[in-house]
Protein backbone atom coordinates (compact mmCIF):
# COMPACT_ATOMS: atom_id res chain seq x y z
CA UNK A 1 0.00 0.00 0.00
CA UNK A 2 1.62 3.13 -1.35
CA UNK A 3 1.88 6.64 1.08
CA UNK A 4 1.30 8.18 -1.39
CA UNK A 5 -2.33 9.16 -2.58
CA UNK A 6 -3.67 9.98 -5.84
CA UNK A 7 -7.55 9.95 -7.36
CA UNK A 8 -7.58 6.82 -9.25
CA UNK A 9 -9.31 8.42 -12.22
CA UNK A 10 -9.81 12.05 -13.53
CA UNK A 11 -11.18 12.97 -17.13
CA UNK A 12 -11.98 15.88 -19.13
CA UNK A 13 -12.64 16.60 -23.10
CA UNK A 14 -9.83 17.30 -25.35
CA UNK A 15 -8.35 21.02 -24.60
CA UNK A 16 -9.82 20.82 -21.33
CA UNK A 17 -7.22 20.98 -18.23
CA UNK A 18 -6.81 18.52 -15.57
CA UNK A 19 -5.44 18.30 -12.62
CA UNK A 20 -4.11 15.18 -10.20
CA UNK A 21 -2.91 15.58 -6.74
CA UNK A 22 -0.64 13.38 -5.06
CA UNK A 23 -1.12 13.43 -0.69
CA UNK A 24 1.82 12.39 1.17
CA UNK A 25 3.56 13.47 4.65
CA UNK A 26 6.33 14.83 5.78
CA UNK A 27 8.62 12.10 6.05
CA UNK A 28 8.07 12.03 1.90
CA UNK A 29 6.91 14.90 -0.69
CA UNK A 30 7.28 17.70 2.71
CA UNK A 31 11.06 17.10 2.42
CA UNK A 32 12.20 15.86 -0.65
CA UNK A 33 11.67 16.63 -4.04
CA UNK A 34 8.52 14.89 -6.42
CA UNK A 35 8.48 13.40 -9.91
CA UNK A 36 5.92 12.20 -12.11
CA UNK A 37 5.95 9.91 -14.62
CA UNK A 38 3.25 9.04 -17.28
CA UNK A 39 2.53 5.39 -18.24
CA UNK A 40 0.63 4.67 -21.58
CA UNK A 41 -1.01 1.12 -21.54
CA UNK A 42 1.60 -1.55 -22.38
CA UNK A 43 4.73 0.61 -22.36
CA UNK A 44 7.77 1.58 -19.58
CA UNK A 45 6.80 4.72 -17.41
CA UNK A 46 8.41 8.05 -18.94
CA UNK A 47 9.40 10.89 -16.85
CA UNK A 48 7.41 13.65 -17.12
CA UNK A 49 8.73 16.01 -14.16
CA UNK A 50 11.45 16.11 -11.86
CA UNK A 51 12.28 18.16 -9.14
CA UNK A 52 8.52 18.85 -8.31
CA UNK A 53 8.35 21.36 -11.35
CA UNK A 54 11.03 20.75 -14.31
CA UNK A 55 10.32 19.36 -17.15
CA UNK A 56 12.90 17.08 -19.19
CA UNK A 57 13.80 17.96 -22.51
CA UNK A 58 11.34 17.12 -25.12
CA UNK A 59 8.06 17.34 -22.51
CA UNK A 60 5.88 20.32 -23.85
CA UNK A 61 4.52 22.70 -21.30
CA UNK A 62 1.23 21.57 -21.66
CA UNK A 63 2.60 19.38 -18.70
CA UNK A 64 3.53 21.72 -15.82
CA UNK A 65 3.47 20.20 -11.80
CA UNK A 66 3.79 21.91 -8.33
CA UNK A 67 4.58 21.04 -4.88
CA UNK A 68 2.88 22.73 -1.69
CA UNK A 69 3.69 21.39 1.98
CA UNK A 70 3.06 17.49 2.03
CA UNK A 71 1.09 17.56 -1.09
CA UNK A 72 2.08 17.75 -5.05
CA UNK A 73 -0.21 18.45 -8.23
CA UNK A 74 0.39 17.79 -11.95
CA UNK A 75 -1.51 19.91 -14.50
CA UNK A 76 -2.36 18.94 -18.03
CA UNK A 77 -3.49 21.72 -20.17
CA UNK A 78 -4.56 21.12 -23.69
CA UNK A 79 -5.95 17.92 -23.40
CA UNK A 80 -5.02 15.47 -25.97
CA UNK A 81 -6.51 12.15 -26.95
CA UNK A 82 -2.42 11.07 -26.42
CA UNK A 83 -2.27 12.19 -23.05
CA UNK A 84 -4.49 8.94 -22.31
CA UNK A 85 -2.47 7.25 -19.72
CA UNK A 86 -1.93 6.09 -16.31
CA UNK A 87 0.48 9.01 -14.02
CA UNK A 88 2.35 8.40 -11.18
CA UNK A 89 4.13 10.32 -8.50
CA UNK A 90 7.20 9.38 -6.94
CA UNK A 91 9.96 10.72 -4.12
CA UNK A 92 11.80 9.32 -1.55
CA UNK A 93 10.53 8.42 1.79
CA UNK A 94 12.50 8.99 4.99
CA UNK A 95 10.58 7.24 7.91
CA UNK A 96 11.86 3.92 9.30
CA UNK A 97 13.20 2.71 6.09
CA UNK A 98 14.62 4.38 3.75
CA UNK A 99 12.98 3.89 -0.04
CA UNK A 100 11.43 5.58 -3.40
CA UNK A 101 7.61 5.68 -3.47
CA UNK A 102 5.49 5.98 -5.99
CA UNK A 103 1.77 7.00 -5.50
CA UNK A 104 -1.14 4.72 -6.30
CA UNK A 105 -1.66 6.49 -9.75
CA UNK A 106 -4.16 8.28 -12.25
CA UNK A 107 -5.69 7.37 -14.91
CA UNK A 108 -6.40 10.01 -17.18
CA UNK A 109 -9.15 9.44 -19.73
CA UNK A 110 -9.95 12.00 -22.45
CA UNK A 111 -13.51 11.60 -23.22
CA UNK B 1 21.64 8.67 -25.73
CA UNK B 2 21.43 6.47 -22.98
CA UNK B 3 19.58 3.33 -23.90
CA UNK B 4 18.72 0.09 -21.55
CA UNK B 5 18.33 -3.03 -23.22
CA UNK B 6 16.82 -5.73 -20.10
CA UNK B 7 16.58 -9.51 -20.75
CA UNK B 8 15.71 -12.96 -18.60
CA UNK B 9 13.64 -15.83 -18.22
CA UNK B 10 9.85 -14.73 -18.55
CA UNK B 11 8.63 -17.92 -17.02
CA UNK B 12 9.27 -19.77 -13.21
CA UNK B 13 7.80 -22.00 -11.18
CA UNK B 14 7.30 -20.94 -7.43
CA UNK B 15 10.13 -21.20 -5.34
CA UNK B 16 12.75 -20.55 -8.23
CA UNK B 17 14.89 -17.59 -8.79
CA UNK B 18 13.91 -14.65 -10.67
CA UNK B 19 17.12 -13.35 -12.72
CA UNK B 20 17.18 -10.28 -15.04
CA UNK B 21 19.97 -8.67 -16.70
CA UNK B 22 19.76 -4.82 -17.81
CA UNK B 23 22.44 -3.69 -20.40
CA UNK B 24 23.28 -0.07 -20.64
CA UNK B 25 24.37 1.57 -24.25
CA UNK B 26 25.38 4.82 -24.92
CA UNK B 27 26.96 5.37 -21.33
CA UNK B 28 28.45 4.03 -18.61
CA UNK B 29 26.90 1.96 -15.36
CA UNK B 30 29.72 4.04 -13.63
CA UNK B 31 29.02 7.10 -11.95
CA UNK B 32 25.27 6.58 -11.40
CA UNK B 33 22.57 5.12 -9.69
CA UNK B 34 20.32 2.04 -11.38
CA UNK B 35 17.25 0.28 -10.51
CA UNK B 36 14.49 -2.30 -10.88
CA UNK B 37 10.83 -1.50 -10.36
CA UNK B 38 7.77 -3.90 -10.65
CA UNK B 39 4.41 -3.47 -11.58
CA UNK B 40 2.05 -6.30 -11.13
CA UNK B 41 -0.52 -6.94 -13.44
CA UNK B 42 -3.10 -4.26 -13.14
CA UNK B 43 -1.45 -2.49 -10.18
CA UNK B 44 1.19 0.33 -9.70
CA UNK B 45 4.67 0.74 -9.36
CA UNK B 46 6.48 -0.98 -7.23
CA UNK B 47 10.25 0.44 -6.46
CA UNK B 48 12.43 -3.12 -5.78
CA UNK B 49 15.83 -1.20 -5.00
CA UNK B 50 19.12 0.22 -6.22
CA UNK B 51 22.42 -0.06 -6.82
CA UNK B 52 25.43 2.51 -7.61
CA UNK B 53 28.97 0.98 -9.93
CA UNK B 54 30.53 0.44 -6.05
CA UNK B 55 28.26 -2.06 -5.58
CA UNK B 56 26.53 0.39 -2.67
CA UNK B 57 22.92 -1.00 -2.74
CA UNK B 58 19.22 -0.53 -1.37
CA UNK B 59 16.23 -2.12 -1.44
CA UNK B 60 13.02 -1.50 -0.57
CA UNK B 61 12.04 -3.54 3.12
CA UNK B 62 9.23 -5.53 1.60
CA UNK B 63 11.51 -7.70 -0.43
CA UNK B 64 15.26 -7.03 1.01
CA UNK B 65 14.97 -10.86 2.72
CA UNK B 66 14.69 -11.94 -1.18
CA UNK B 67 16.36 -9.71 -3.85
CA UNK B 68 19.95 -9.21 -4.58
CA UNK B 69 21.26 -6.16 -7.13
CA UNK B 70 24.53 -6.76 -8.32
CA UNK B 71 26.52 -4.65 -10.79
CA UNK B 72 29.17 -5.89 -13.25
CA UNK B 73 31.69 -2.51 -14.63
CA UNK B 74 33.29 -4.43 -16.88
CA UNK B 75 30.39 -5.56 -18.96
CA UNK B 76 28.03 -2.64 -18.21
CA UNK B 77 25.34 -4.43 -16.82
CA UNK B 78 23.33 -4.77 -14.00
CA UNK B 79 20.98 -7.24 -12.25
CA UNK B 80 18.24 -8.47 -10.31
CA UNK B 81 18.07 -11.61 -8.73
CA UNK B 82 14.83 -12.65 -6.54
CA UNK B 83 14.84 -16.06 -5.00
CA UNK B 84 11.89 -18.02 -3.73
CA UNK B 85 9.33 -16.85 -6.14
CA UNK B 86 5.75 -16.96 -5.45
CA UNK B 87 2.73 -15.65 -7.93
CA UNK B 88 2.74 -12.69 -6.02
CA UNK B 89 5.92 -12.10 -7.93
CA UNK B 90 4.24 -12.15 -11.32
CA UNK B 91 5.16 -8.66 -12.72
CA UNK B 92 6.45 -6.67 -15.59
CA UNK B 93 9.89 -5.86 -14.26
CA UNK B 94 11.72 -2.55 -15.25
CA UNK B 95 15.55 -1.33 -14.96
CA UNK B 96 15.71 2.29 -14.84
CA UNK B 97 18.64 5.22 -14.20
CA UNK B 98 18.35 6.71 -11.50
CA UNK B 99 19.68 10.31 -10.99
CA UNK B 100 20.00 11.50 -7.19
CA UNK B 101 21.71 13.30 -4.96
CA UNK B 102 24.07 11.98 -2.11
CA UNK B 103 21.19 12.41 0.29
CA UNK B 104 18.33 11.75 -1.88
CA UNK B 105 16.40 14.65 -1.65
CA UNK B 106 16.10 14.69 -5.12
CA UNK B 107 15.60 11.11 -7.02
CA UNK B 108 13.93 10.27 -10.04
CA UNK B 109 14.63 7.87 -13.25
CA UNK B 110 15.10 9.33 -16.27
CA UNK B 111 15.85 6.33 -18.66
CA UNK B 112 13.98 3.43 -18.55
CA UNK B 113 13.98 -0.07 -20.12
CA UNK B 114 11.44 -1.49 -22.35
CA UNK B 115 10.13 -3.82 -19.36
CA UNK B 116 10.54 -7.80 -18.82
CA UNK B 117 7.25 -9.98 -18.13
CA UNK B 118 7.84 -12.63 -15.66
CA UNK B 119 4.95 -15.21 -14.79
CA UNK B 120 5.13 -17.46 -12.26
CA UNK B 121 3.33 -20.41 -12.92
CA UNK B 122 3.22 -24.24 -11.69
Known amino acids: QSVLTQPPSVSAAPGQKVTISCSGS????????VSWYQQVPGTAPKLLIY???KRPSGIPDRFSASKSGTSATLGISGLQTGDEADYYC????????????FGTGTKVTVL | QVQLQQWGAGLLKPSETLSLTCAVY????????WSWIRQSPGKGLEWIGE???????NYNPSLKSRVTISVDTSKNQFYLKVNSVTAADTAVFYC????????????????WGKGTTVTVSS
Open chain 2, 96 to 111: ARVLRGIIPYYYYMDI
Open chain 1, 26 to 33: SSNIGNNY
Open chain 1, 90 to 101: GTWETSLSALYV
Open chain 2, 26 to 33: GGSVSGDY
Open chain 1, 51 to 53: DNN
Open chain 2, 51 to 57: INHSGST
